[in-house]
Nanobody, 115 residues
Framework: QVQLVESGGGLVQPGGSLRLSCTASGFTFSRYMMWWYRQAPGKERDLVASISTAGGSTSYADSVKGRFTISRDNAKNTVYLQMNSLKPEDTAVYYC????????WGQGTQVTVSS
């Protein structure tokens, strides 16, 4: 079955960096777009970034442009989110997502930005 497993979250000080990973299984990873979303406490789940099948096209929420970079390695069935210059407002659970005939989500990884 389809599985998405996120990792790489943690506690980081403002201005710091983290790299999130999402490893996929159960489907042909290279054929589908991938997305990263995040959900802060008490808020809706928001789109952070997306990447095309071959990685040549990416898009970002305005709040993370210039600080976050989405990438993928189709040989490793993995999508990444490099997060730099982190701010306290980036604190959230981060989820990877794909969609083909249905929506699939990982379990999420917590990112906390605090001094």
């Amino acid at each position: 079955q389809v599985q998405l497993v996120e990792s790489g979250g943690g506690l980081v000080q403002p201005g710091g960096s983290l790299r999130l990973s999402c490893t996929a299984s159960g489907f042909t990873f290279s054929r589908y777009m991938m997305w990263w979303y995040r959900q802060a406490p008490g808020k809706e789940r928001d789109l952070v970034a997306s990447i095309s099948t071959a990685g040549g096209s990416t898009s970002y929420a305005d709040s993370v442009k210039g600080r976050f970079t989405i990438s993928r390695d189709n040989a490793k069935n993995t999508v990444y989110l490099q997060m730099n210059s982190l701010k306290p407002e980036d604190t959230a659970v981060y989820y990877c997502h794909t969609s083909f005939g249905g929506d699939y989500w990982g379990q999420g990884t917590q990112v906390t930005v605090s001094s």
